[in-house]
């Protein structure tokens, strides 16, 4: 159960590498995520170092230092190394690689390189879980387009084939539906340089999502059980508590909880699940970082899960999980069209009692683009969407720069 | 009621001056408390700058950018005014006729110029609350050392010499308690060259306190009053509901309101009170900023002091201040002796439930040092001071460097 790297808590950082005694935490990436999970470290005393190639990204104002690079150079990483008590990330997109050469040079890396090479492979990934024990949809490795009617003819039509490595928010993944549809999928997802696998589609009834953090002792903590929706492939709204039976949520978190152990995962980490009609329940997929589907835990929880992620990284005790109020909402603020990153509306927005507002400082709105999140709490779902969704309808990303 | 620079909250920064649309905001100052506004500003999507003389200030490594310079140099003023759309500050000590003249120079500051002209010179404020038809201890000017004794002959003794500018946590108070006492008062306060004034000794029953947050269009709103426990002249402890009669707390929350108004207030100030044994409250003193006594809205309310001032200066509406809890209780961290600004015992203090840990990221502690705050929520003060305490007994501010 304990990680390889693992480290009494309170000798976790015994020389701290600043002159000033403050934790060094090196940030690799820095998006809204590094942004939120910079905030709570700094909160918490911290030092925060981030490494990312724009120097307006959403974590630079809010980090001690920024270093401008790659997030998949070594050099940059070996500088954000030289500096930091520990390294943290934000993406699954790092190569397990860069990692482990890190980790070989004495640098310790939470997650553990080990763990991210687990994850970051989705076929791997599910062969883990499958391993663990743990229900996920039926898959395959596919290596050319023939593989993937041959997956169908055990698997059943639709299948979804997706890329192992680097998808996110759909971006990665295409449903197949029958033989006459293989080859467009097989060249959109580029399946002759990107190596694909095939999974069965699951006609879920629910989208349901879990974030646990992880200590290095091995010790685990679980937020509850969230409902998500998405629209596109995007994340919309992610409702707390989960409309699901008490018994049913405890399966969910007791599946989390050993998905996070089989990958040895150090930090906060998102499970997503499907919940089938005869009430099954399916790993979708697990995110080695913090998660969307976990945002509202920054109001909604007593310790929010980048509070948490950031106490696990450095060797700290796990703070609480407990809900805040009887129901938490948080709705995604997605760019409608190119423009500003500074939406309209705040003023509106802001004039609804009980929306928590966080924009991610973004200098470009796209559309569709995470451009910030609205929080809200309250007695029951519906009366916290409904504040969340009247705060967020106010506000527009797109003005013209 | 309404502030000569109010403008329509949706036509405060109709051109702001960052390229990418974000409001900018400019404090004056980079302590604890521009730290903690700095943290809102950025989460609601502003840019925020700050001037300070210090590169490592707390301030610095949650901002987009630091302008090095002493937050009295008109030039390091001026700098900040150019790139920002409103000014405001973190303490009291910013001369009034510096701020004028950024006003009229076409800046908007919130509190306006004219806001501090009453309120950091402590006299006038007195003065100015005494106008407004609220109960102040009496009080009255003294120019030469005889003058005290002439006001010990009115007021009776012992009497408070105090600085007319520039005190804080005592420091600008002495208490003379006979006439022989008083050339030694008159010396440590150095009356010769600094103005300074006698008050009434309040023999108090309890400190009171209250946050008051007031837009430009002037409306405000108020927090629930506290009850603060000083030693040594410092804020040790801060606890919510104070523990008053209801009627009572509505008068305190009256009394604040007005006070603030009186002042033409922009943005959050703290109030501070005392409760003498008949019942009678007097207005202490006003801070015009955010304040020690608010510390616990971070967790303890819906929306906190620092993001309401925020939502104040930039021309927001306001956030709710109500309780998240029963009761909340916040208690200070003070340094114990010379050495890292980074405290041994984090990891124990972490592990009290509940414990909400806030650190500076001061370099350096000194004995006495505000370094960091805990909040505690809980069913009862006593529960939540429990939970405060015995994660901040943990701590430990002077390990050598």
Redo the contacts between chains.
């Keep these: 159960m304990h990680s390889s790297s693992a480290k009494s808590?309170?000798t976790?950082c015994p020389n701290?590498k600043s002159?000033?005694?403050?934790?060094a935490v090196g940030i690799i990436g820095g998006g809204q995520l590094a942004r939120m999970l910079a905030?709570s470290a700094?909160?918490?005393?911290c030092?925060?170092i981030v490494v990312e190639n724009t120097a307006?990204c959403p974590a630079?104002?809010?980090?001690?230092r920024l270093i401008k690079g790659n997030t998949g150079d070594l050099a940059a990483l070996r500088e954000l190394a030289a500096t930091c008590d520990v390294l943290t990330l934000e993406n699954e997109f790092i190569d397990f690689r860069l990692l482990a050469r890190l980790e070989a040079e004495g640098q310790c890396v939470r997650p553990s390189a080990a763990t991210m090479e687990k994850v970051q492979d989705k076929l791997v990934q599910k062969q883990a879980l499958e391993a663990a024990g743990l229900a996920v949809p039926a898959f395959r490795s596919v290596s050319q387009p023939k593989e993937v009617a041959e997956a169908a003819a055990d698997l059943g039509w639709p299948l979804v084939l997706k890329k192992r490595r680097n998808g996110y928010d759909g971006k990665g993944n295409a449903t197949v539906r029958s033989d006459s549809e293989i080859a467009d999928a097989w060249a959109k997802l580029d399946g002759d340089t990107c190596e694909l696998y095939v999974e069965q589609f699951c006609p879920f009834t629910a989208e349901l999502a879990i974030i646990i953090t992880r200590s290095a002792a091995g010790e685990s903590v679980a937020y509850p059980l969230v409902t998500t929706v998405q629209k596109d492939h995007i994340c919309h709204v992610v409702s707390v508590p989960a409309d699901v039976p008490a018994a049913l949520a405890d399966q969910a978190e007791s599946m989390a909880r050993r998905a996070i152990t089989a990958m040895d995962g150090i930090g906060s980490f998102g499970v997503e699940m499907f919940l089938l009609a005869d009430g099954t329940i399916l790993i979708n997929e697990l995110a080695p970082r913090v998660h969307n589907s976990g945002h509202y835990s920054i109001e909604g929880t007593?310790c929010s899960q980048f509070e948490n992620h950031i106490?696990a990284v450095v060797?700290?005790?796990l703070?609480?999980t407990e809900l805040?109020a009887p129901a938490v909402v948080m709705v995604n603020l997605l760019g409608h069209a190119e423009g500003?990153?500074?939406?309209s509306g705040?003023?509106a927005a802001?004039?609804v009692?009980?929306a928590h507002?966080?924009?991610?400082?973004k200098?470009l709105s796209k559309p569709g683009r995470k451009m910030?999140h609205i929080t809200a709490l309250g007695s029951s779902v519906p009366e916290a969407l409904n504040t969340a969704r009247t705060a967020a309808d106010h506000l527009y990303f797109g003005?013209p720069?």
Aim: a neutral charge; proline letters at 14%.
């Design positions: 808590p309170d976790q701290p002159p000033s005694g403050r934790p905030q700094t909160s918490l005393g030092e925060v307006d630079a104002s809010v980090s001690a007593v106490r060797g700290w005790p703070g609480s805040r500003q990153g500074t939406p705040v003023s802001l004039s009692p009980g507002l966080h924009l991610y400082g200098a910030g003005t720069s």
